[in-house]
């Protein structure tokens, strides 16, 4: 895997992204104007052109060793790659289609680039929501719609269901379809239109308390519908690698204090809610942070340096998170930035998996003087 960095040029504060490996060598040089995720290997990139022409960007994707094999071209719209394929607009049609890891088009250009505002999510599970003049629908690896069905938005499939929101309803108004396109019956409870969906066979719900200081906690539902267990949080994220980040209330010196912990998919803490905050876990390691400093912590609730840093990034950042994807790949470095930083350059550097420097940033900002 590569990790983006960004150069800038002292005399006009120009900047250009390039990439560098997990031992802080550059592998591609600062040629870029964007870039996006890895995922499945494969990195969209962009160079702009002139910003008046209706197409101002070039974009193609790169592999991890730096090469672009699917070329740059004009486009407007694409989509990160999921189960082999992404969807990229074809500039001379105005339409998506889908193309594979090495540019060719194997659904061809058909599709919207995007449905009042919502676009693509991607394949899961062999099913992608895609955008037509009407509605969201869903197709399969072949473009062929299935269950003809129209959402104002679809999302992603995950352990056999998906969100989508009717068309015409409430923001919060939102529901579980399986592949056949059959509504799950659920607990009483509001589903966020927006929810990744399930996530280790659970997923995130809102649930009616009747409390006045909280009128809606957040709770858990599995694959039947069901409440998976009693607990419920006034903030929780979603399950990750067998576990979730939730909030726990504490009275100290009579003031109510939030702190976060981990819970299992038993809804037992496995980590004690005594942090400030918890990022998402990548292979058992996460930042936290307490008393506004950040540092690194594994899953079962040992600290493994910190908390020194004003900020550390999610090992899983530089990956597609988007939509409802969870990263199973192991990260290797993420950017940290100092307390005090001595100069501008030292703003933001990568630490690896044991908190030590691999790449701080000050020789890279002279490489793109030169």
């Not at 070039?58 to 992404?86: K, M, N, Q, W």
């Not at 088009?105 to 449905?115: A, D, H, L, M, S």
């Not at 269901?161 to 019956?185: C, H, N, T, W």
Request: charged content about 25%.
């Amino acid at each position: 895997m590569l990790f983006p960095v960004t150069y800038e040029r002292k005399r006009d504060r120009a900047t250009k992204v390039g990439f560098i490996d997990a031992q802080g060598n550059q592998v591609v040089p600062p040629k870029y104007d964007y870039i996006g995720n890895f995922s499945e290997d494969r990195c969209a990139v962009e160079v702009y052109l002139d910003i008046s022409e209706e197409h101002d960007r070039l974009r193609g994707f790169i592999d991890s060793s730096g090469r672009e094999v699917v070329p740059l071209r004009p486009s407007y719209f694409h989509t990160d790659f999921s189960e082999g394929l992404a969807q990229l607009e074809d500039p001379e049609s105005g339409k998506v289609g889908f193309i594979d890891s090495w540019g060719r088009f194997v659904i061809p250009p058909q599709f919207e680039c995007e449905y009042e505002g919502e676009v693509c999510k991607g394949f899961s599970e062999g099913l992608a929501a895609v955008a037509f003049a009407d509605g969201m629908g869903y197709i399969d690896r072949q473009g062929r719609e299935v269950f003809g069905q129209r959402f104002d938005d679809a999302g992603r499939f995950n352990n056999g269901l998906a969100v989508v929101q009717p068309l015409g309803s409430a923001a919060e108004d939102g529901y579980f379809i399986d592949k056949s396109g059959q509504r799950l019956m659920t607990v009483p409870c509001v589903i966020p239109y927006r929810s990744p969906g399930f996530q280790n066979g659970l997923c995130q719900v809102r649930i009616a308390t009747g409390e006045s200081e909280w009128r809606f906690k957040t709770g858990f539902i599995n694959t039947s519908g069901e409440l998976a267990f009693d607990n419920v949080f006034n903030v929780a994220g979603d399950f990750n690698e067998g576990v979730c980040v939730a909030d726990r209330r504490w009275e100290i010196n009579s003031q109510n204090v939030w702190k976060k912990g981990v819970i299992d998919t038993q809804g037992k803490w496995i980590i004690k809610p005594i942090f400030d905050d918890i990022g998402s876990f990548n292979h058992g390691l996460s930042t936290f942070s307490l008393n506004g400093k950040y540092g690194l912590i594994n899953i079962e609730g040992e600290i493994v340096f910190g908390p020194w840093y004003h900020h550390i990034q999610d090992f899983s950042r530089h990956m597609n998170r988007s939509f409802g994807v969870k990263c199973s790949e192991l990260v290797a470095l993420t950017p940290a930035f100092p307390v005090k930083p001595r100069k501008l350059s030292d703003a933001r550097m990568y630490i690896d998996r044991c908190g030590s420097i691999v790449c701080p940033t000050e020789k890279r900002v002279n490489e793109f003087e030169k």
